[in-house]
């Protein structure tokens, strides 16, 4: 059986508030700095690529357990 996490977990909350800032800057970063983007997805999510859009606005929990694949697209 798999545990699944307890979100009310102490140890949760500093990634979830990474998250919230990253998602912050993420939204505010104007949609024609693609580059910029790009690589802020590509440090923050655990698998993308230089073909993943995400538009905005976009929000998560946690971010490191987000995978995608070549030309993932998410509006």
């Known amino acids: 059986m798999k545990l699944i996490p307890n979100s009310e977990d102490k140890k ?3 990634q979830r508030a990474i998250a919230r800032k990253f998602c912050y800057k993420y939204n505010k970063t104007p949609p024609n700095k693609k580059n910029k983007r790009n690589i802020m997805l590509n440090k923050f999510l655990g698998t993308a690529d230089h073909s993943t859009t995400i538009l905005s606005p976009f929000y998560c929990d946690y971010g490191y357990n ?3 694949g070549k ?3 998410a509006n």
Do not use: D, G, K, W
Request: charge should be neutral.
């Open 71 to 73: 030309n993932f697209f």
């Open 66 to 68: 987000i995978h995608v």
């Open 12 to 14: 949760l909350a500093p």
